[in-house]
């Protein structure tokens, strides 16, 4: 009886990790329609243009390295950018790490696969403890979107309606925006956070950084110096 | 099949998987300090932030189009809509907004 409802907890956490993940699904849908397009018109074949999505899993990465490759970049010069533009999912990673249930290290391994900025902002707002069944569900079905509509792509280009294509363009900001709006009306610590962030990328991004260490530099300077200004009278963020 | 390609592909899938695995495989909470985890629990908000701005005001050459498609989504948001719908709604209004411009 026991075993039955542990049993019934994990996969109703693998469930309801497929439906937080369902947002991102359709939020990858247009963007990996377009990467498999334009891996297409750079040159590669359809074989290597799933395998990219399969193996690497990083939209930013990706798209960064099929204009690269268009310019006959080398290829230690295209694995060095790409390891500086991921760097930021070493602090996701750790901070993910905080909020994640105690778990064998090799589920952990397998599901940190998973971790993208999308996959991470889902899982890290959610409240109390996150999980690995819910981890589980949540990578699987963004993965399985990006994947998919990679080889999509490349087969098809983008079988959307223009307007259609463009409107959807939008949806992972707006998931984004939907993750943070929640958590700003529960605490205002929570605004000063993105708002920091948020100018302080911008302010980089102008600067002509890359975008690898402009996101992770507004991100800690923003989160540290908060934590120093407001860390003492507030609670620590939940 | 074009051999340095794939070898490409390994290459940054390497690259991408150790930032994160390591963490998740290595770091130990309890070993790490109060107000470290605390900075840590900070870093999806920020992150947030960074990934909203300026990204939304490029996803189009009209710079409104963001910023209709965001205020459309805080809307939602605001009003305790869920997640999906959220997304969803966002991408009804620009369809409309981009059907009339």
């Known amino acids: 009886m026991q075993a039955s409802t542990a049993y019934q907890q994990r996969s109703s956490d693998f469930i309801r990790g497929i439906q937080a993940g369902l947002s991102i699904a359709i939020g990858y849908m247009p963007v990996a329609l377009t990467y498999g397009l334009l891996a297409k018109t750079t040159g590669l074949s359809l074989f290597e243009t799933i395998a990219m999505s399969m193996f690497v899993y990083a939209g930013a990465a990706q798209y960064i390295t099929l204009s690269l490759l268009a310019i006959g970049t080398g290829a230690l010069e295209i694995v060095f950018t790409i390891f500086i533009v991921n760097i930021r999912h070493l602090l996701m990673s750790a901070s993910v790490n905080e909020k994640v249930e105690e778990d064998s290290i090799w589920k952990k391994a397998l599901y940190a696969f998973g971790i993208t900025d999308e996959t991470f902002t889902v899982a890290a707002t959610r409240e109390g403890t996150v999980t690995t069944g819910f981890m589980f569900g949540l990578c699987l079905v963004a993965y399985s979107s990006w994947v998919i509509f990679s080889g999509a792509g490349h087969l098809i280009g983008s079988a959307l309606p223009q307007t259609l294509q463009e409107a959807m363009g939008v949806a992972l900001y707006a998931m984004f925006i939907g993750l943070l709006v929640p958590s700003v009306k529960k605490q205002r610590k929570v605004l000063y956070l993105a708002v920091v962030a948020a100018v302080l990328n911008s302010l980089f991004t102008v600067m002509n950084f890359s975008a690898g260490w402009s996101i992770v530099m507004a991100t800690l300077i923003s989160a540290v110096s908060i934590e120093i200004l407001t860390g003492k009278g507030e609670k620590p963020v939940e | ?101």
Do not use: C
């Not at chain 2, 790490?32 to 992150?47: E, R």
């Not at chain 2, 990934?51 to 305790?80: C, H, K, Q, R, S």
């Open chain 2, 1 to 101: 099949m074009n051999e340095s390609v794939i070898l490409i592909i390994l290459g940054m899938a390497v690259v991408t998987y150790i930032p994160r695995m390591v963490p998740l495989v290595f770091f130990n909470s309890e070993h790490i300090h109060p107000k470290v985890q605390n900075i840590l629990k900070n870093v999806p908000f920020a992150i947030l932030g960074a990934l909203i701005f300026p990204g939304i005001l490029t996803i189009n050459e009209d710079i409104w189009f963001g910023i209709v498609g965001a205020a459309a989504a805080f809307i939602a948001a605001y009003f305790g809509a869920n997640l999906i719908f959220v997304v969803l709604s966002s991408i009804a209004v620009l369809s409309v907004y981009a059907y009339f411009i």
